[in-house]
């Protein structure tokens, strides 16, 4: 069996709450020579920041939904991607 090495770059724009009481959002720009978009995607939805729902889902009107929060994806460039978490606030 071979060996395989992954290599991500993963730049943290934000974590958290802004100030308190506010939705908490998590932001990052990742960068891979090594995987596909669909493996990137799984990847983040998976791994660096758990979240079920793409925006797109997202029911402002259904609290089930609502209080899951959401995720956007996008490609930026060659091997250079966004995603974006928000959860919101509870309190």
Do not use: H
Request: include cysteine; charge should be positive; glycine fraction near 4%.
């Amino acid at each position: 069996m071979r060996e395989k090495v992954i290599n991500i770059k993963i730049k943290v724009i934000r974590e958290g709450q802004e100030r308190p009481y506010a939705d908490s959002k998590y932001e990052y720009e990742i960068e891979t020579e090594d995987m596909n978009d669909f493996d990137v995607q799984k990847f983040c939805t998976k791994v660096l920041k758990p979240c079920s729902q793409a925006r797109s889902e997202w029911n402002q009107g259904f609290s089930d939904s609502f209080f899951k929060g959401y995720y956007t994806f996008e490609k930026l460039g060659k091997n250079k991607y966004r995603y974006f978490v928000l959860k919101p606030s509870t309190c």
